[in-house]
């Protein structure tokens, strides 16, 4: 069985994930479901989850990327240690 892993959040993840909740109470789930993930497999080796490694991104501003509907969530891995970095929301207008 692999050890799971454990979540640390930064300043800035903290700042944006509140801003958002004031007009996206969802993102409380979606948050909840994003904490499953990352602490059981956020190198996605089960291949079960929307998660990207990030090229050309330097560690320590999000190499990771997981995706949970309209929500993106970037994280670095340090050891056993999961680090969020930001978590933003795609407007369904972004390519348009």
């Known amino acids: 069985m692999t050890p799971s892993f454990s979540i640390r959040t930064t300043p800035r993840f903290e700042r944006v994930f509140r801003t958002l909740l004031k007009r996206?109470?969802?993102?409380?789930?979606?948050?909840?479901?994003?904490?499953?993930?990352?602490?059981?497999d956020p190198y996605n080796r089960s291949r079960r989850h929307q998660i990207l490694k990030l090229?050309?991104?330097p560690h320590g501003e999000?190499?990771?990327r997981l995706r949970i509907r309209r929500w993106r969530f970037r994280y670095d891995i340090v050891?056993?240690?999961v680090v969020l970095h930001s978590c933003h929301l795609?407007?369904?207008?972004?390519?348009?």
């Open 62 to 64: 999000g190499q990771y």
């Open 90 to 96: 795609r407007r369904e207008d972004t390519y348009r």
């Open 24 to 40: 996206h109470p969802e993102l409380v789930d979606r948050y909840a479901e994003a904490l499953t993930i990352l602490t059981r």
């Open 55 to 57: 090229e050309g991104i």
């Open 79 to 81: 050891g056993q240690e």
